[in-house]
């Protein structure tokens, strides 16, 4: 079982720029695949990034793509959100999500996913 605990969220001028975290406990980091997904009030929670277990392959919601990059380093149980150009829609709560895979495959539905963190605000200003 692992604990993700997220971190680096805030307020942020459109066009500006954050870099989420998200550490992970445990010793098996390097067997799960990791995601990041966001909710907005009111809305459903929905995928914005994820990244296999070696870190070969992302995915990318098209909402963001071009803007955010998802990385890992296996070796400090780490996975980051770099994100860029915000806009005032990606306002939302920002959680860090993980399960168990060591295959390539990228999984993007949030019931795909068994452990969560307790999330992150992130506000766009206009």
């Known amino acids: 079982q692992v604990q993700l605990v997220e971190s680096g969220g805030g307020l942020v001028q459109a066009g500006g720029s954050l870099r989420l975290s998200c550490a992970a406990s445990?010793?098996?980091?390097?067997?799960?695949?990791m995601a990041w997904f966001r909710q907005a009030p009111g809305k459903e929670r929905e995928f914005v990034a994820c990244v296999t277990w070696s870190g070969d392959n992302a995915g990318y919601a098209d909402s963001v793509k071009g803007r955010f990059t998802i990385s890992r380093d296996n070796a400090k149980n780490t996975v980051w959100l770099q994100m860029v150009s915000l806009k005032p829609e990606d306002t939302a709560v920002y959680y860090c999500a993980g399960r168990i895979s060591i295959s390539e495959t990228l999984f993007r539905q949030p019931a795909q996913y068994a452990y969560w963190g307790q999330g992150t605000q992130v506000t766009v200003s206009s």
């Open positions: 445990g010793r098996t980091f390097d067997t799960y695949t």
